[in-house]
């Protein structure tokens, strides 16, 4: 499968692009907080500054829930392995390597990016899982990143894996703030510490995060958020009132030689 | 507004003229008995759906057909299968999966006390998931929108590369023009859907 390495070149262009205008879009609309690259990892520290360093963007470790997602994940890392500003490793975390992710806010260029990855795509043994219920296409880097689109690769992966991760993301995007630039890391099993394949069609093994229709808490910050819109016909964003748990990741000792 | 069966004689010319190839991997009608027997299996009465169903059931059996966007006509066994198995659990009930390109699904409101009706979209790679988001005011204003975007060039069938090219830009002007009521046209925050879920 090749990949158009020389449009990678353009993922930097594009983040800024997506932070300047999100910077004048929340200038417009008197938002009160503005997220840029980097300022992300500032949030992520303050929410477990036991793991990550002040210069760590925030950290998707849901993914480890999902072992069919994070084996065709790996495997996309494996073909990018090389490229730092794609795959990245921190001391603190020697089990693994990052994928370096974008959020990207713009519907119209997710849409794109969703459509591109499927030209690219067609006709691989992910575009022929139409018989639903078991199989998903997985896409990675995802649709809702500056790095998705063409150069992204799709899988055929556990569909109940891929929706609930879908809604992890989706969770995790949200705990963040993230309005589009925002920079954020993949944990990956390092190339020697690669899980056994997971085959695809497992049955339904991961409980949905949440149920339809809300979450535990939500409806106060909800009914404050919903009266500051109805005071000033702009929506506050509020912290969510019981943030996920981010799981650490169990540290392993380095033999010391005596 | 024209009524739907005239809008489906216009779509069937259309997706004839400037899409063939995908065309012909829609499959015949099935008969009155068994579409009545799936109707029923699905409760619903509408009439809108019905004329859909009574032009094509949907796609051929593994075939893909990219009518528009976000795929082809799902037969109706494809959508009892695709609600009974895949939506379970993930989408409230109400849902009917009508269009699908295999990861994203158009689903049709049928719950008659709320925007009975209306289209809306369910996409896990745009993030829409247990919140789908209103996409068309209706069926017929889907077909408009579909037609319009062939004639428009918002969608250009690619013979040689087998592929339905799409302008996202030029179908977003003309999906919005239609479908003023659908909050997918508008600016929203995706992760806000307090904002802009309707169910």
């Known amino acids: 499968m090749q990949l158009d390495v020389g449009a990678f070149v353009n993922v930097a262009d594009q983040v800024a692009q997506e932070v300047a205008n999100n910077q004048l879009k929340s200038q417009i609309n008197g938002q009160m907080t503005t997220i840029g690259v980097g300022q992300g990892g500032q949030e992520a520290k303050n929410i477990n500054q036991n793991t990550q360093t002040p210069s760590t963007p925030p950290i998707f470790w849901e993914e480890e829930g999902f072992p069919d997602i994070e084996y065709w994940d790996n495997e996309y890392a494996d073909l990018v392995q090389f490229d730092p500003l794609k795959v990245r490793y921190d001391n603190k975390y020697p089990n693994h390597r990052f994928l370096v992710l974008h959020y990207l806010g713009n519907l119209g260029s997710r849409e794109d990016k969703n459509n591109d990855a499927m030209k690219t795509n067609k006709g691989n043994l992910a575009d022929r899982s139409k018989q639903k219920g078991n199989i998903d296409r997985h896409e990675v880097p995802y649709a809702s990143t500056i790095e998705g689109g063409k150069n992204a690769l799709t899988f055929p992966a556990s569909a109940s894996q891929n929706q609930a991760h879908g809604r992890a993301l989706f969770q995790f995007y949200r705990k963040h703030h993230f309005i589009g630039g925002e920079e954020f890391w993949v944990p990956l099993p390092k190339y020697s510490q690669k899980r056994i394949p997971v085959p695809s069609a497992q049955p339904n093994l991961i409980p949905r995060s949440k149920p339809i229709g809300g979450y535990p808490g939500q409806g106060i910050g909800n009914l404050i958020s919903d009266f500051i819109k109805w005071l000033t016909g702009k929506r506050i964003r509020l912290p969510d009132p019981i943030p996920a748990p981010i799981p650490s990741p169990v540290p392993v000792p380095i033999p010391f030689p005596r | ?199």
Not at chain 2, 21 to 46: G, R, T, W
Not at chain 2, 102 to 129: A, C, D, M, T, W
């Open chain 2, 1 to 199: 507004m024209k009524n739907i069966d005239t809008l489906i004689s216009e779509l069937d010319e259309i997706l004839k003229i400037y899409n063939s190839i995908e065309y012909h991997k829609l499959q015949s009608p099935l008969n009155s008995d068994v579409l009545h027997f799936y109707f029923n299996k699905l409760n619903i009465e509408n009439k809108s759906f019905e004329s859909l169903y009574k032009w094509k059931n949907g796609e051929k059996e593994n075939e893909y057909c990219q009518m528009m966007q976000y795929g082809g006509l799902l037969s109706l066994e494809e959508s009892i299968k695709l609600k009974e198995n895949y939506l379970e659990g993930c989408v409230e009930n109400i849902f009917i999966p009508i269009i699908s390109d295999g990861e994203q699904i158009l689903l049709f409101n049928n719950n008659r006390s709320k925007n009975y009706g209306r289209i809306y979209l369910y996409s896990v790679p745009l993030l829409y998931i247990e919140k789908p988001i209103s996409c068309f005011d209706s069926l017929e204003t889907m077909i408009i929108t579909i037609v319009e975007s062939y004639k428009e060039k918002a969608y250009i069938y690619d013979e040689k590369e087998r592929w339905l090219n799409i302008d996202s830009e030029k179908i977003k002007l003309i999906a919005k023009k239609n479908n003023k009521k659908s909050a997918y046209w508008k600016e929203h925050d995706p992760l806000y859907w307090e904002d802009w879920y309707e169910i």
